[in-house]
């Protein structure tokens, strides 16, 4: 049976390879209907499986974990951004087993969709999983949040393998007493950066034990719920960190875990948090010094993240948010910066999107300074255009262009600083929108 | 007319799903536009519960199950107080879970009964299966306007008499259902969230409206320009009832 459903996947992979298209996720839904759900179930993967999951910075951390092996000499499997459902990853076993199923190489590194962790693991055996955070993403595609948890605490009760934990975060934190009986657990954290508050800055989910109910306490928040925390009550939160990040300075941007210094390319909190966990998984496999020195440092990213362009000679930087926290990190990075600057908001409502735009009404924007203009785009422009007004500012200085090229012609026309927020659907055709402009009137776009 | 309204947001901390407490930022806007003051106290565990009776107006939002479970016991401790600010004609406006719990029960998927306050006679069941939710952009016909929100829930609420309005596109109280809310002229309660004032002014006008005129002389209020708003509202209507 095995066999017979490996080669029509193949078939279907290579049909789709002669009519010059990306197979993707087509086989991996297919076989999902004749397997009735189990389709990551007819593989046989015989080397270590290392999973990553959490709502932001998955890519990320998939990437430099894969790049920790690779660069080490091992062969790898890793599956690219976008297919981490039980489908995507069929697919992509698809296209690197034989006819048996069976997959070779020295590790599997596998993004996963935190509603598909345990899915696609009651089929797949795995040794390592790595929990970055969870915040309000797209709630109506996956239910509420507490049902999400929920699901991944139920794996975790049988789970005897690695698990990689944020330890300054309460939702990913409690995973670790999933399992009583499991001796691999592990937690990453870091130490206060300059930014980090004594209150909570945005709105955030997690704040009360999820033991006892009791409020929990926070020693202080460096974004979010993210933070040094602890029950009163019952001590959750008190544990042995495998990992710490310290010395944080964003302005060079350096950090310290297990005494040794890195420089990273990239200047966020979110950034030492992801690389934390990129060092934990380190050390765990005993990846040499030099090579995870290396991929820290190295890591940069070109997916509309912190992006930069020049429209003209307007410099512009392009970050996709597609949740509360990542839009408030960018506020924060736009705020910190002085001199005036004008912003372009690219709001969408696809189904990827989750249909639901409410989260921008969580998006601090009472900080704004010396912003002088605000751009609203995307099918939710007026949504976004109407969150901003009500936060106080000058409905005077908004001006709405559904039509994307419109929104950035706007943005353009004047002179200054420029930050562009784009939401999950609408940041590839924002960037799109960003290269006609300069194909069309001048500018680059920058390498980091 | 008064010249300020009081507003208490209850369990703000916990019960804010999908830009709930944003309606506290429309109606603070609403008011600073026009030069009224407009102060939003909160109140939530563990705070020392002030006297209800003084504020026009009380605001509970919506909630996940767990946090919903969490506050509920407390809530009941404020009943008596609730009930009395109520009947002395304090606006309650309610969103979801807050809609829920002033019903007479409201039964989770597990079964759990958590006693609603039995203001209202409606109640409230969850369907077993956490998978079946009512998940969609939703307009309602109201006596005020066709109005827009976002519902996403999983109770089933029926026994309301007096809905807020009818429903064009969405669910409503229950899956496919003809109506939406509860309502008297001192009570909305709704699935709305969106938050669900930010693209309907009239309805956080009437609130308003009702609230300076407890003093036994309502005057219209200020006009304010809602473009953004009106045509973020059209947007979705012409998108959702397009036949």
Redo the contacts between chains.
């Keep these: 049976m095995n066999r017979i459903l490996i080669f029509i996947g193949k078939a279907i992979v290579g049909v789709l390879r002669l009519l010059g298209r990306n197979a993707g996720n087509l086989p991996g839904i297919i076989l999902w209907h004749l397997t009735r759900g189990r389709c990551c179930k007819m593989f046989k993967v015989d080397c270590p499986i290392i999973a990553v999951t959490g709502t932001n910075g998955k890519t990320s951390v998939t990437n430099c974990v894969a790049q920790l092996f690779k660069q080490s000499g091992k062969t790898i499997i890793i599956n690219k951004e976008g297919n981490n459902l039980d489908t995507g990853i069929c697919s992509l076993l698809l296209r690197y087993c034989d006819g048996a199923g069976r997959v070779k190489a020295d590790y599997l590194i596998l993004e996963t969709d935190e509603s598909h962790v345990p899915v696609v693991y009651s089929q797949l055996k795995l040794e390592t999983l790595i929990v970055l955070n969870f915040f309000r993403d797209q709630l109506d595609r996956n239910g509420e949040m507490e049902t999400l948890i929920q699901k991944i605490n139920g794996f975790c009760k049988t789970f005897e393998g690695n698990l990689i934990l944020n330890g300054d975060d309460p939702n990913t934190a409690r995973l670790g007493r999933a399992n009583p009986n499991n001796k691999n657990v592990r937690y990453f954290r870091a130490e206060p950066y300059a930014f980090a508050t004594k209150e909570i800055f945005e709105a955030s989910e997690g704040r009360f034990c999820p033991f006892c109910g009791e409020a929990l306490e926070y020693d202080f928040y460096q974004y979010s719920h993210i933070g040094r925390f602890h029950c009163p009550k019952c001590s959750f939160g008190d544990y042995q960190p495998y990992v710490t990040a310290s010395k944080i300075d964003l302005e060079k941007p350096v950090f310290t875990v297990e005494g040794h210094e890195y420089s990273p390319k990239l200047n966020s909190i979110y950034n030492v948090y992801n690389m934390t966990a990129v060092a934990a998984a380190a050390k765990l496999y005993g990846i040499k010094q030099e090579v995870t020195d290396k991929v820290i440092s190295k890591y940069t990213v070109n997916n509309g993240r912190m992006e930069n362009f020049l429209l003209g000679d307007r410099k512009t930087t392009l970050n996709l948010a597609k949740n509360p926290v990542g839009a408030n990190m960018t506020l924060r990075v736009m705020n910190e910066m002085n001199g005036e600057k004008e912003l372009l908001f690219v709001l969408n409502d696809n189904v990827a999107d989750g249909l639901d735009v409410s989260w921008i009404w969580d998006i601090n924007f009472s900080i704004f300074e010396r912003v002088t203009r605000v751009v609203t785009s995307g099918t939710r422009a007026y949504d976004i255009a109407v969150r901003i007004k009500c936060s106080g500012y000058d409905q005077e200085k908004i001006v709405v262009r559904p039509d994307l090229d419109k929104a950035v012609e706007e943005l353009a026309k004047t002179p200054g600083r420029k930050f562009v927020i784009a939401n999950y659907t609408a940041v590839q055709p924002t960037r799109s929108a960003l290269k006609r402009y300069i194909a069309k009137h001048g500018g680059e776009q920058i390498e980091k | 007319m008064k010249s300020e309204m009081r507003v208490l947001h209850m369990y703000g ?2 019960l ?4 709930d ?2 309606n506290m ?2 109606l603070r ?1 609403r008011c600073g536009k026009r030069g009224i003051m407009c102060q939003v106290d909160g109140y939530s ?2 705070g020392e519960l002030p006297d209800l009776s003084k504020y026009d107006l009380i605001y509970i939002g919506g909630g ?4 919903q479970q ?1 506050i509920s016991a407390d809530l009941l401790r404020c009943k008596e107080a609730i009930k009395k600010a109520y009947e002395g004609g304090t606006f309650l406006f309610l969103i979801c879970g807050g809609y829920q719990l002033m019903g007479k029960y409201y039964r989770d998927a597990d079964g759990n009964e958590i006693p609603g306050l039995g203001l209202f006679d409606y109640y409230t069941v969850a369907p077993a299966s ?2 079946k ?1 009512c ?3 939703i307009v309602v016909r109201t006596k005020f306007a066709d109005v827009v929100g ?1 519902e ?1 829930h999983g109770g089933q609420t029926q026994g309301v008499k007096t809905p807020l309005g009818e429903v064009l596109f969405g669910n409503g109280n229950c899956s496919k259902s003809q109506y939406e809310g509860y309502f008297e002229e001192n009570v909305i309660a709704t699935y709305m ?3 669900c004032l ?2 309907n002014p009239e309805l956080a006008d009437y609130m308003i409206g009702y609230c300076l005129g407890r003093d036994g002389s309502p005057e219209p209020l200020a006009q304010l ?1 809602d473009t ?2 009106k ?2 509202r059209q ?1 979705m209507l012409d998108r959702l009832l397009k036949k």
């Design positions: 901390d916990m804010d799903l999908y830009g407490s944003g930022e429309v806007y565990l563990g996940a199950d767990l946090e969490h956490r998978r939710r998940i969609s952009n976002f996403n969230h969106g938050p930010s693209k320009d953004l708003e045509k973020c947007v």
